[in-house]
């Protein structure tokens, strides 16, 4: 009885430091966070910019978000993309931290495209983010009496990333994620989707769409300006030439 006594103290020793570390170790974390998303610009190449605010209404709720990075994964419908090129020139210059889910072909109209993602990536300062990102508008097929084409950006997920993955001890359930994951380092590919407030609502892009009705109308002028084109060329070509002749002479 001594030994089974024994090793029933143990057990409940085993269970009180588990429950102690595993239990009691959690936090209870309100992640109080907004997010403002605005399309900046007009015509077909604009900025969609997003302010991200962190809010600490409890002193003890800053080591939630100090020194974490913050990513945002964009959904863009297949009307709307953005240039992995010049994505890849903003890292290179260090202005915008930004890269495409997809693969993206720019230059498909709307109606042979896909939608995309984006990942935006930033770091919090004083509980305050400020992400953006380039976006280009496709062109859709004509259509009989033209008008517009309206495409819908939706809201994105938010993610975050800490140094010390403090936000293990949440009691919150967090859904882990990793994305630009080499293998090369754990810490760098783990993130945790975090819940946020959209304060504004989804961006409506309207783009123009050709109007099948001036398809003859485009086709002559088109043709006419092209004949003209090649005549001046023609003539130029043929004044220098005469030009160089005499000279010669």
């Known amino acids: ?36 998303q605005n399309l ?6 604009r900025n969609i910019t997003y302010g991200i ?9 800053i080591w939630l978000y100090r020194g974490c990075i913050v990513a945002l994964d964009q959904p863009l419908p297949p009307g709307v993309y953005s240039n992995p090129d010049e994505l890849n020139e903003f890292r290179r210059i260090k202005k915008l931290n930004a890269v495409t889910k997809n693969r993206i072909n720019i ?8 939608s995309s993602n984006v990942y935006i990536f930033g770091r919090i300062k004083q509980d305050k983010a400020y992400l953006w990102l380039p976006v280009h508008a496709r062109y859709h097929k004509a259509v009989k009496g033209g008008g517009t084409a309206r495409n819908t950006v939706k809201s994105p997920k938010l993610y975050l ?36 407030t959209m304060v504004t609502e989804p961006l409506i892009w309207d783009v123009p769409v050709g109007d ?30 005469t030009k160089r002749r005499e000279r010669a002479l």
Request: hydrophobic letters at 35%; glycine letters at 4%; a negative charge.
């Open 1 to 36: 009885m001594s030994v089974l006594h024994s090793r029933f103290l143990v057990n409940i020793v085993f269970l009180c430091l588990y429950f102690t570390t595993h239990v009691s170790a959690k936090k209870s974390c309100d992640f109080n966070i907004k997010v403002q």
């Open 40 to 45: 900046l610009n007009e015509g077909f190449h």
């Open 53 to 61: 605010v962190f809010n600490t209404d409890k002193e003890e709720d």
């Open 107 to 114: 230059e498909l109209p709307t109606e042979e495209s896909e």
């Open 161 to 196: 990333r800490c140094p010390d993955q403090r936000l293990d001890v949440c009691d919150k359930a967090l859904s882990p994620d990793t994305f630009l994951c080499n293998g090369s380092s754990k810490e760098k590919c783990s993130w945790k989707q975090i819940p946020f």
């Open 212 to 241: 099948l009705d001036h398809y003859y109308t485009v086709a002559v002028g088109t043709g006419l300006v092209v004949v003209m084109g090649s005549v001046y060329l023609l003539q130029a070509a043929h004044e220098y030439q």
